[in-house]
């Protein structure tokens, strides 16, 4: 495995669980770091949770960017009809964002 691969996961899974406290979703969040063949991460709905999948390979800021996008799909999944990004999504990132940075300021 990869230092990168490590540094990443040490950044998201913490931040995985912080987010499960201030920003949780109707079912449970999964995440996983992989070496998956996406450019960065999906979320998909399984039938009791979700699945957040980060790629490892990207830099440790992209995987955490990653990490906040995708766990805004799952609280806003459904809710925005044919759009990827629509405004529920939109509103939800807007959330994860804030909690993120309420978390750096400490
Ligand atoms: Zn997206």
Redesign the pocket.
Known sequence: MSRRADAIRRAVHPLARYLRRTCPSDRPVHVRVCRCRLVYGDCERAATAYRIRVNDDQDVDSAVGTLL?EWA?ALSYGLDGDE??GAFFEAAERLVFEAYHDRDRG
Do not use: K, L, N, V
């Open positions: 996008h799909h990827e990004h």
